[in-house]
């Protein structure tokens, strides 16, 4: 597959690039960042995948994340996708911040006409991963995910369902039960239509009633976070980590927002919990 | 004077501030922001000004610079003016990046139609100063200050003025000899005319060439910097400094360039260089 290199930077001793490619999954072009951090020739590191929430491309965290210092000590690389489909596609309501472009909420679409290029979930978890095992020096067997906000229910939905593949999963500001919230119930019905069943699969909280299970979460969440209540609810994911028994720590963290001021101050804090649970 | 409070954001344990005010010096409004550390009730802190380049406002450093974690664990408080007057200012040649518009290189411009609004030096050091002691926790007696390419040569002239003032001095990328480079030039004899003898007074390089002194400076350069040999030219710097007796730590950081991923990488480091000068 061919990936352009559309910049290259050198930050924090590693490299920061942006590539594009055409994606077979979003049948559009499709921009990402990684972050290699210096290593020895012909080394294998591990991979930290981080999705990111409603109206992001990948700049969002590439620029205001903070995360490539502790990357770079730890030795992680950091992936950063995009949000959806990009360019022309059908269906794109213009104007709406939390359904379309910038809102793909990481599944697959099965209604129409959103089927054929709302393939998030795909691409994610199965093309991206392919094209950065071919074109970094990257360790499948050492990959780790999270995400913030829509991206946070993005990395726990895919960790539970890849508990082998995925040895973290953690998340800041996660929208933990979208079955059970606006901004949710808007994404999922117009991308998997009204049939609820459908919706469990990509809802943290209903997974983990139905069996899911993962190692162990750690969730950052501001009380000062404007959406705490009537979209991220974590209360919800407490509860149904408790009643399965997967260890979580879930910190309030007090005066903090839902903006990349808060994700960038507890960055460093999930690449060290990421860190200790891809070594060896 | 009146401050407006355009947001706030907790972050790394302080808080980020950006404010707007109507400025008597550029007789328009400006934004800036500032970051205030954690601290005890009643403390005064030192405040690191910081200097933006070409094209910026205060916007890239704040969400680009990586300051915050490391101004938080020293006490700083840290401020990043705009780069010029903003809004319908008569003289701006529009479409050009190096002159008008985000192109203030910190001079009080002598020249029609430029005087009246241009006046970036006194904004700088003199207005904005007065109401970062009026409305912050700052110590006016512990200030520094540094920049990026236009800001470096702003923070290395406004420190040989006022030795006294500024504790320390450093610099990412400067213009260190705009008399000579072609930004300079085009900016110099634009704000202020063509009669040389007025540049040397904006010149760090002809300043130190005519007696002025600091205590010593921290300057970092990329040696993939695309603008190193035509427009920043440390060399004269080192020339200059070593003739007069300056102590200068100039370090070529190799495979870095001239974008705020190279600032980021040694902010941290600056910010310690700072501290150490406006401890007690």
Redesign the interface.
């Known amino acids: 597959m061919t990936v352009e290199t559309v910049s290259l930077?050198?930050?924090?001793?590693g490299m920061?690039g942006v590539y594009r490619h055409a994606s077979r999954e979003t049948g559009t072009g499709m921009t990402f960042s990684v972050f290699v951090p210096p290593h020895q020739d012909g080394a294998k590191l591990p991979v930290v995948w981080y999705l990111s929430g409603l109206t992001c491309t990948h700049t969002n965290v590439t620029?205001?994340g903070?995360f490539?210092?502790a990357c770079a000590e730890l030795g992680l690389i950091f992936v950063a996708p995009d949000t959806s489909p990009r360019g022309n596609v059908p269906g794109d309501p213009a104007g709406l911040y939390d359904f379309g472009l910038g809102a793909g909420f990481y599944v697959d679409a099965t209604e129409q006409p959103f089927a054929r290029n709302y393939r998030m979930w795909s691409y994610v978890t199965e093309e991206l991963p392919g094209l950065i095992a071919e074109h970094f020096p990257a360790d499948p067997k050492r990959q780790s995910i999270l995400g913030h906000s829509m991206g946070g229910h993005g990395a726990l939905t895919i960790a539970l369902h890849h508990p082998d593949r995925y040895r973290a999963a953690s998340a800041f500001s996660p929208i933990v039960a979208p079955s059970q919230v606006p901004w949710g119930i808007k994404a999922l019905s117009g991308y998997l239509g009204e049939a609820r069943d459908a919706w469990r699969k990509h809802d943290t909280v209903a997974l983990i009633e139905d069996g899911a299970r993962f190692s162990d979460f750690l969730v950052d969440v501001?009380d000062?976070d404007q959406f705490l209540s009537e979209q991220l609810r974590p209360e919800l994911l407490e509860r149904a980590c408790s009643q399965a028994g997967i260890p979580l720590i879930l910190r309030r963290q007090p005066?903090?927002?839902h903006?990349?001021?808060?994700v960038?101050?507890f960055m460093?804090d999930h690449m060290r919990w990421h860190a200790a649970r891809m070594k060896a």
């Open positions: 930077n050198r930050s924090h001793d920061q620029e205001k903070e490539r210092q501001g000062a005066g903090y927002d903006s990349y001021y808060f960038s101050t460093a």
